[in-house]
């Protein structure tokens, strides 16, 4: 198919859309057009979940059944308008190596990234400052990711007993799909120190894994997860990322990782109760709004 390309107006900027009708979730005819349309529709949604966080893209560009790859650096390509952060590569590993993070802080930003074929857009759990200063983490986040056959129907159990150890100590937990096979739980917080979520989440995780061992796992180790739910509370390390509230993702269909009420995860019975697509989530957010608009406001400290 030969390339088209279609000038657009976002706001202040001017942009070149590209093939356009390219199919990139085949199983449903999901083409490059539905997902613009999808992230243009939703961008009121997603932004405050996006906004000054460095954002590491996932691209398809050709479709979901292609071959993808990670994208951290857009300084070679990315318009003058688009903002970056410019971040050491990997801290942990003591690097003087630089990278320029896109920044998706609007409409035109994100856009520009739906146009790259940038299905998947993961952020880290702190945020950076105008002239790129990273803060302390904002964000408390726990990966429930389960083991075969376990679904994400024991992840809804496990994540009732996880809300409640939270909100034993006044946090509260807003819980959200992967958009895959798992889930994940959100909570605000106010922090001081990098380690500081990993620290807490890291107990909380052992204090579960040692009341249910039957059901948790709180190791990585895969020969430990069969039939259980991995509580992965190594989300929080500042050097890692997670998919973004209402972020699409590259399965199969263009499910998307979508907020949940606690009334949706006590009541789920079989896996595709919590799959949600595109089309889903923009009617979800017609009938009940952003699911995570209170997250803000309970924001707390992390408890010694």
């Known amino acids: 198919m030969p390339e088209s390309k279609v000038l657009v107006q976002v706001e202040d900027q001017r942009l070149t859309l590209t093939n356009l009708e390219k199919v990139l979730y085949p199983s449903n005819q999901f083409t490059k057009r539905d997902v613009i349309s999808y992230y243009t529709r939703i961008a009121p949604i997603i932004l405050p979940y996006l906004a000054d966080r460095a954002t590491t893209f996932v691209r398809f560009p050709n479709g979901v059944e292609g071959k993808s790859f990670f994208e951290k650096d857009v300084s070679r390509h990315a318009p003058s308008w688009v903002r970056t952060a410019r971040l050491p590569a990997d801290s ?13 802080d609007g409409l035109p930003a994100l856009v520009w990234a739906a146009n790259l074929a940038a299905l998947e857009l993961h952020v880290p759990q702190w945020t950076v400052g105008p002239r790129g200063a990273k803060h302390s983490p904002d964000l408390l986040v726990f990966d429930l990711d389960p083991g075969a056959p376990a679904t994400i129907v024991e992840c809804c159990q496990v994540a009732l007993k996880l809300r409640d150890l939270l909100a034993e100590d006044g946090l509260v937990a807003f819980p959200k799909t992967s958009g895959s096979k798992g889930m994940q739980l959100y909570v605000a917080v106010r922090t001081t120190r990098d380690e500081q979520t990993s ?20 190791k990585m180790a895969k020969a430990l997860r069969p039939g259980k739910v991995f509580v992965d509370w190594s989300q929080n390390n500042p050097n890692k990322t997670t998919i973004a509230p209402y972020s699409l993702r590259a399965r199969e269909l263009p499910t ?7 009334d949706e995860v006590e009541s789920c019975r079989k896996p595709y109760d919590l799959v ?9 957010v017609d009938d009940l709004g952003d699911l995570f608009a209170d997250l803000d406001g309970n924001r707390t400290k992390i408890p010694k």
């Open 92 to 104: 942990r590993r003591g690097g003087s190596d630089l990278i320029d993070y896109p920044v998706i």
């Open 256 to 262: 998307v990782s979508t907020p949940l009420t606690w």
């Open 199 to 218: 620290e807490y989440s890291k107990s909380l995780a052992e204090t579960l894994n040692s009341r249910y061992p039957r059901e948790i796992v709180a």
């Open 276 to 284: 949600f697509t595109a089309e889903d989530v923009l009617d979800r």
